[in-house]
């Protein structure tokens, strides 16, 4: 994993980066988590350390990096600047490379007059024929410069990939790119052509969006006389509409965010598993270590998907239920609201294990046990008239008040179901209308274990309450 430290971890990296944990562990190889941040200008502090907790949080642990060390580092880029301008330098001694110092304004010139003739607005060559005198003055007067890969004129390009097969471009399309900024910073294209091969690194598993730099790494591999490593191009997620690549316009996309919703870190591991991915068997939960043992990135769908938050929504709650209640209380914790009661979760959660989606859930789903409700009239009168819900709430209160020393789920039962079946009420539309009465929503866990918790005294309110509502609209 190579990850830029300009922001949060998109969950499209997680995703990769899984894959590229799982094939490395497969073969017996080492995963690299390096730190490129040779795009000074965009990195945000704190990053580095946000993309080593979420690392920690799902367990993808890598063998070498900036904190484990390894006989390949440094594992930063911002600490390699030497090995870059140095093979930046052979580059240019082996006529593979050379200095360019025209300057910005006349660059924009060029990618204008470009774009006016409907041409690609690649750099057109300036520097390319300078001579090694011409060279030698400017470099000696001090004037900036940037190194450019010379790239051959009529060249097909080719590298295979483990997903798509076999990839050509024609080297004419390709820019004379960009080596080694002014700054003595090289471009991502340089670092990481270098770095990849000094680390030994056999498989470069990324993003689809990457497929359009590939020539440019095939060339400069090339330039140096390495040999390639293995590419695998991953298709991009699409939004949940099945609209676009998934975007922070479309809603939140980084890892933290789903994590702060809710989502457990093994359900969103075991949905990157299976999205675009499938087992012969089609199964859909699955560890760790199977995937693992299963993975192949040649069997990755060569299309993009669609991120398909039911599909997530839906493990997640499979996951939620596998939990002991202990570790699901701990979970819980930090979606707990500061005044919720102390000794209210160890009752609550077995009414409501079976409804939790998201841990956030937890909020919505038991408020109503300890806060005041709301109540409408359209939700208490629905399939029946005003009278005579008047009627059922006068009724209900004089037959629950018996129970005001003796109030349990089994006699909040009975009391209810005689009163109904006594008065041959819709039973539909009876029990709907004590939910609602008792709890401000129609979608609730059981009725009379809610009732119970919620005490008798806050129910004989709450009908009430009711009452009035009623009789007053």
């Not at 006349?106 to 300078?130: F, G, I, M, N, T």
């Not at 009724?395 to 789920?409: G, H, M, R, V, Y």
């Not at 079946?421 to 029990?431: A, G, M, V």
């Amino acid at each position: 994993m190579a990850p830029s430290p300009t922001g949060e971890m998109h969950v499209g990296s997680l995703s990769i980066l899984l894959k590229n944990y799982a094939y490395a562990k497969k073969h017996h190889g080492q995963f690299i988590l390096r730190i490129e941040d040779t795009d000074q200008a965009r990195e945000v502090e704190g990053s580095v350390e946000q993309i080593l907790d979420v690392l920690k949080i799902f367990g993808l642990l890598p063998d070498e990096g900036p904190t484990k060390g390894g006989e390949y580092g440094p594992y930063t880029q911002s600490q390699r600047l030497d090995i870059y301008r140095k093979h930046a330098g052979e580059l240019v001694a082996n006529d593979k490379a050379y200095h360019c110092f025209c300057s910005r304004e006349r660059l924009e010139e060029v990618r204008a007059q470009k774009r006016a003739d409907h041409l690609p607005p690649k750099y057109d060559r300036h520097c390319r024929s300078l001579t090694p005198e011409e060279v030698k003055t400017k470099l000696e007067a001090g004037k900036e410069n940037v190194i450019r890969l010379k790239v051959p004129d009529d060249k097909k390009v080719k590298f295979n990939d483990l997903i798509r097969g076999e990839i050509e471009f024609d080297s004419n399309q390709v820019d004379d790119q960009v080596l080694l900024k002014s700054d003595g910073f090289p471009t991502y294209h340089l670092a990481v052509v270098i770095d990849d091969h000094l680390m030994k690194i056999s498989h470069v598993m990324r993003g689809e969006e990457w497929i359009s730099s590939t020539p440019k790494h095939v060339l400069l591999y090339q330039a140096f006389d390495w040999p390639l490593p293995v590419y695998a191009h991953i298709p991009i997620y699409l939004n949940p509409d099945g609209k676009g690549k998934m975007s922070k316009r479309k809603g939140t996309v980084s890892v933290q965010s789903f994590l702060d919703k809710g989502y457990l870190p093994q359900t969103l591991l075991n949905f990157f598993m299976i999205l675009g991915w499938a087992t012969e068997d089609e199964r859909e939960i699955m560890t760790l270590d199977e995937y693992i043992a299963e993975f192949d990135p040649k069997d990755i769908s060569h299309k993009s998907v669609v991120f398909d938050l039911k599909k997530l929504q839906w493990l997640n709650g499979m996951y939620i239920r596998q939990l002991e209640d202990g570790e699901l209380t701990k979970l819980l914790q930090p979606f707990l609201p500061e005044d919720y009661p102390a000794d209210l979760l160890p009752k609550v959660l077995p009414l409501i294990k079976e409804r939790l989606v998201l841990l956030s859930d937890i909020t919505h789903l038991t408020t109503f046990f300890y806060q005041p409700i709301s109540q409408d009239q359209a939700g208490l009168t629905k399939k029946s008239s005003a009278e005579e819900v008047i009627s059922q709430l006068e009724k209900t209160i004089l037959a629950l008040a018996p129970l005001e020393n003796d109030w349990s789920t089994t006699k909040i039962e009975i009391a209810i179901r005689k009163l109904q079946e006594e008065n041959d009420w819709h039973k539909r539309q009876y029990f709907m209308m004590v939910r609602v009465a008792s709890t401000g929503d129609s979608q609730t866990p059981p009725l009379f274990e809610t009732m119970e918790l919620i005490g008798y005294y806050a129910i004989n309110k709450r009908l009430k309450q009711a009452q009035e509502i009623l009789q007053t609209t």
